[in-house]
């Protein structure tokens, strides 16, 4: 009596991993198709230390430059992070070689209460810092966007990650 009981168990664990796995699978089917395809996201890992000296460079590819883009940072902080903002220094390049824009950004990262914005769990927060919108890049090709930390220390820590992602404007967002 007891075999029948294992394989009955055995049998509705089979039927479980059938069934997770089923589930897996349509939620992974569902998880990609809301994947928006004329948005493109790239993020660098600082573990948590971001030297004056270390540029992050991104380099993507315009083919419809007649669409405003929408260029947002994505900045993710810890509570090790000693400022309520961050100021970049940004760089444009067309082809590499070809400056577009230079400009100084600052982000603000806290309220001046010290409540950090963004949103996350426990010391760590994410946020969406949107840097150009309904951007009208001059021509279709290769870009590259160069950030480079401009805080007051060499070494800056709490910033866990930096990156930026490049969205088509919508027509309907009012602008």
């Given at each position: ?103 100084q ?66 027509l309907?967002?009012?602008?």
């Amino acid at each position: 009596m007891a075999k029948g009981i294992q394989t009955k168990e055995f049998s509705n664990q089979n039927q479980m991993t059938k069934l997770n796995a089923k589930s897996l699978i349509f939620i992974s089917a569902l998880l990609c198709s809301c994947v928006n395809p004329s948005e493109k996201v790239w993020v660098h890992s600082l573990n948590g230390v971001w030297s004056q000296s270390e540029i992050q460079k991104f380099q993507f590819e315009i083919n419809e430059a007649q669409n405003p883009k929408n260029i947002i940072f994505v900045v993710r902080n810890n509570s090790a992070y000693p400022y309520q903002d961050l100021k970049v220094k940004v760089v444009m390049r067309l082809d590499s070689t070809r400056i577009l824009l230079t400009e100084q950004v600052d982000m603000q990262l806290a309220e001046e209460q010290g409540h950090w914005l963004g949103s996350g769990f426990g010391n760590a927060k994410e946020l969406l810092f949107e840097y150009k919108s309904h951007y009208k890049f001059p021509q279709n090709g290769l870009y590259t966007l160069e950030v480079f930390q401009e805080m007051e220390d060499q070494t800056l820590k709490g910033i866990e990650d930096f990156g930026i992602k490049i969205q088509t404007a919508q027509l309907n967002d009012g602008k």
